[in-house]
């Protein structure tokens, strides 16, 4: 029977269906007061563009958007269940998908980073650590929109004569147009790309805020490094857009900052395949993270 796994992030919601591999994309979260509503809507589009129809047997999902209270969740769960008639639904943070998808033995540190970042640290007796995933207001340090922050704010400081100059300000964007976008957030964070490009031309301010970045990041490994017991080494994976696109102009810096008992691992896959992972086999060191609803 099919199985579903969706992987939501704040840029696009995906899914991949089980066995058969196909893909559907649906809109990313929004942050708001009818975010619930259009987080179903999203995963909706996302199952018509990959043609599902019902019964499923699971649909395992890890979204930025989870429900910041367990009743809530709860009712999500539920309505996803009865959208495609799934005697099952997992649903839970997109940090534990990324885990899941990037330490299959399920121990270690994982660092998902895209427009947003948080870090989740699992130690072998299943106990479990979150750190940062507070948001673009309150968090999310080194993400890629306090990178494309960083970057839009030296444009401006360049711009009015407050900061040095830096090819960053030869862009022409005006970042005071951004502020009435319904989409804010990804809109900044889609400046990111822009700071790596001036770091590799070797413009001093974009590579400050790159080196800065890394340094933010590794801070957070840090202290979930610190909080996984022993003094042995701790596989660390670093997933998600952001790595994937900047590659080692983050990971060169963010090296030789780390703390001694993180040891950077690859990642066997990425937060899709870890929602697989969750939809077609037991919970296992996950189970306490999960909201799970059975019609």
């Not at 910041?68 to 996803?80: E, K, N, Q, S, V």
């Not at 960083?150 to 401006?156: H, K, P, S, T």
């Not at 790596?196 to 890394?214: G, L």
């Not at 899709?272 to 077609?280: F, Q, S």
């Amino acid at each position: 029977m099919t199985r579903l796994a969706f992987d939501g992030g704040q840029s696009a919601i995906r899914l991949r269906v089980l066995p058969d591999g196909r893909t559907g994309q649906g809109p990313g979260y929004r942050h708001g007061a009818n975010s619930l509503q259009a987080t179903l809507d999203a995963i909706r589009s996302a199952a018509e563009q990959a043609r599902v129809t019902g019964p499923v047997e699971v649909a395992a999902l890890g979204l930025t958007g989870f429900p910041p209270d367990l009743p809530t969740a709860g009712r999500l769960a539920r309505d996803i269940a009865e959208t495609f008639q799934a005697k099952e639904v997992r649903l839970t943070q997109d940090m534990v998908t990324a885990h899941a998808g990037a330490l299959p033995d399920g121990y270690g540190v994982v660092v998902a980073a895209g427009t947003g970042l948080v870090c989740l640290g699992i130690d072998r007796d299943g106990s479990w650590h979150k750190i940062d995933g507070h948001g673009f207001l309150f968090g999310d340090a080194g993400s890629a929109f306090a990178i494309g922050r960083a970057g839009l704010v030296a444009v401006q400081r360049d711009r009015d004569g407050r900061g040095p100059a830096t090819m960053l300000a030869e862009v022409e964007l005006d970042p005071v147009t951004l502020y009435p976008s319904p989409t804010l957030v990804d809109d900044v964070a889609r400046f990111a790309p822009e700071v790596f490009r001036c770091a590799a031309e070797k413009d001093p301010v974009a590579q400050d805020i790159v080196v800065r970045a890394a340094g933010d990041i590794a801070e957070t490994i840090g202290a979930a490094v610190r909080l996984t017991a022993g003094d042995g080494q701790v596989p660390v994976a670093c997933v998600g857009g952001l790595f994937d696109g900047a590659g080692e102009q983050l990971l060169e810096p963010l090296r030789a900052v780390l703390p001694r008992r993180a040891q950077l691992t690859e990642a066997a896959g990425n937060s899709l395949d870890g929602a697989a992972r969750l939809a077609g086999s037991p919970p296992g060191p996950y189970a306490d993270l999960l909201v799970i609803h059975r019609s």
